[in-house]
């Protein structure tokens, strides 16, 4: 299993993996990094992995593109991410003409700047250039070292952008824009023949959900690990951002999707029609939920 970015919200698969969850539901799953959803993605759509960890937007570029990419849960079901800049950039209108820095191209980060950008009555790429720089890491240092004067990261991300010389620009969530974030994509093919060993990872990542959600330290430590940063700063602020967000019901959301599809639409990268449909399969989650699993695990 693939996860994308060095960030809280993929924390899902983490827990589940420390906590034995997959172990204990019979599936062994290693867990890999593999920076930007666009590339886990083509590992997807190449059969080089079974699942990946990853946000909305990727999924429905590649099935536009003819790909058979489906999300079978939806763990952050709502945009968690900000936008920081420069101390010189204190309005959204000051922006223009300036550079801000996105982890990759076709990210979810990037998916979420252009949103914002639209919704402020800035072009995308034309009043401001987006450049990709390969990581978050890579971000707050371009911030840091004055060669942009924006970036778009998410918790803990922001605490160490504002350690980094960065403000607080805009909450991409307080715009009101609906979008699907991070959640566990496998492919239309898989699900046929494999339908048995999904059903068991989704259920170990619920496991993991509750785990994260009802025992902190264990999901500080477990963060510490894999953020590679200690700091109780970076990952109290993770975790906070995190423990509401974080679906007790880990379904996709249709809507989120739409959101996607017609960002993309408006941009003249696809045409209509698309299949949101196709994109997402809650069976998994929704059977869960039905047999009072779910219910079970939080009255414990």
Not at 268 to 291: C, E, N, R, W, Y
Request: net charge negative; hydrophobic share 50%.
């Amino acid at each position: 299993m693939l996860w994308v970015a060095v960030t809280g919200s993929q924390a899902v698969a983490w827990v589940t993996k420390e906590g034995g969850y997959f172990v204990r539901n019979g599936v062994d799953v290693d867990l890999v990094y593999l920076s930007g959803s666009p590339t886990a993605a083509a590992a997807l759509v190449g059969g080089r992995v079974e699942f990946a960890q990853m946000a909305g937007p990727a999924v429905v570029a590649a099935d536009a593109q003819g790909a058979h990419l489906v999300m079978v849960m939806g763990f952050v079901n709502q945009p968690l991410f900000v936008v920081m800049t420069v101390p010189d950039v204190q309005t959204p209108d000051q922006l223009k003409g300036k550079t801000v820095a996105v982890s990759k191209v076709g990210s979810s980060d990037d998916f979420m700047l252009r949103e914002a950008l639209a919704h402020w009555g800035l072009r995308p790429d034309a009043d401001v250039k987006i450049t990709g720089v390969g990581s978050v890491t890579a971000q707050i240092a371009a911030v840091e070292k004055g060669l942009v004067q924006g970036i778009v990261v998410d918790p803990p991300n922001d605490v160490l952008a504002r350690q980094a010389g960065a403000h607080l620009l805009a909450r991409v969530g307080d715009l009101g824009i609906p979008y699907q974030a991070a959640g566990l994509v496998t492919t239309r093919e898989y699900i046929r023949s494999h339908a048995d060993v999904i059903a068991r990872v989704v259920r170990a990542m619920t496991e993991g959900v509750h785990r994260f959600k009802t025992d902190r330290p264990f999901s500080e430590e477990v963060m510490a690990r894999y953020l590679k940063n200690a700091d109780p700063v970076v990952v109290d602020a993770a975790y906070d951002a995190l423990v509401d967000v974080f679906a007790t019901v880990p379904a996709p959301t249709k809507a989120g999707l739409a959101e996607i599809v017609k960002e993309y639409v408006r941009a003249g990268q696809f045409k209509d029609p698309i299949d949101i449909g196709a994109m997402l399969d809650t069976s998994f989650v929704d059977h869960l939920a039905a047999g009072g699993f779910i219910k079970t695990l939080y009255a414990k």
